[in-house]
């Protein structure tokens, strides 16, 4: 028997072999390069807890969190046709959906729901960077409409998140008539006296920034959100200048008016509740429940229960011992 072969080499491999470790344990920060706990990560709503540098997210993990309880129902959207155009590049525009599809498990771009922020109702609408860059098609322009008529149907405020590349090349002239038209979904809005807010996250940019995402009531975006028509590369090779540091951020636009807020998304839902309360006219959000006061009972109520309680301390009177029968004398 070979004991270095059988015993030792084997011992030896399994002390210094690799343990398969899945991949999406840990995240790095794109902005400091943190190594970040997926766990911790996802407690912190994927903002960075070195640097507060926020991460994308998808439409269901900010619906979870902004929702009471995480609970809400989604807000069908009609179906367009799939491929009107028959476009194709380097792939067919059906196999990128498929894709997209595949890697998200997400139908569209766009996510509508219904629920409670507060106990105060809503109608969200949030875009997926993650799903063909969030690009605006035919489906994102049906799910704005929907979510608008859903939100004057229940009379409440419309909350959409907006994350884009643009308008979605594949679906040619049809992507950039979802401008007018979502447009026309806000006068909807307007018109019924409904709130509009619109959250901008990183990042919006193309004729999403030039249609609904810029038309809110109140515009909040979440911080150094990249937030333009045209990107800065583009601007810098055309005007041939250099740009000022942070040119297109959420904190400049801030300071030239374009935007109301800059709200960190671990405070955003206490913001959203505070302003929809407002704007609706209704009474600030309750923090906590309290016991209900008890009510006082009625003096009548009072006396037939004293009266009943006395009569059941009064003992019952006995019945008296019954006379000894006299006894007959024996003859």
Known sequence: MNWISNYVRPRINSIFSRREVPENLWTKCDECGTMLFHRELADNLNVCTNCGHHMAITPRERFKALFDGGVFSEVKVPEPIADPLNFRDQKKYVDRIKEARRKTSEKEAMLVAEGEIGRTKIVAAGQDFSFMAGSMGMYVGNAIIAAAERAVKLKCPLVLFSAAGGARMQEGILSLMQMPR??????????????????????????????????????????????????????????????????????????????????????????????????????????????????????????????????????????????????????
Not at 204 to 230: H, K, R, W
């Open 182 to 331: 979502t447009t026309v979904a806000v006068e909807m809005l307007k018109e019924a006296g409904l709130p509009y807010i619109v959250v901008l996250t990183h990042p919006t940019t193309g004729g999403v920034t030039a249609s609904y995402a810029m038309l809110g009531d109140v515009q909040i975006a979440e911080p150094n959100a990249l937030i333009c028509f045209a990107g800065p590369r583009v601007i810098e090779q055309t005007i041939r200048e250099k740009l000022p540091e942070g040119f297109q951020r959420a904190e400049y636009l801030l300071d030239h008016g374009m935007l109301d807020r800059v709200t960190p998304r671990g405070k955003l839902r206490d913001e959203l509740i505070g302003i929809t309360r407002m704007l609706m006219g209704m009474e600030p959000a309750v923090m906590g429940d309290l016991p209900a006061p008890a009510t006082p009972e009625p003096a009548a109520a009072k006396e037939a229960v004293a009266t009943k309680g006395e009569k059941a301390e009064t003992p019952a009177a006995q019945p008296a011992p019954a006379a000894p029968k006299a006894e007959t004398p024996k003859k």
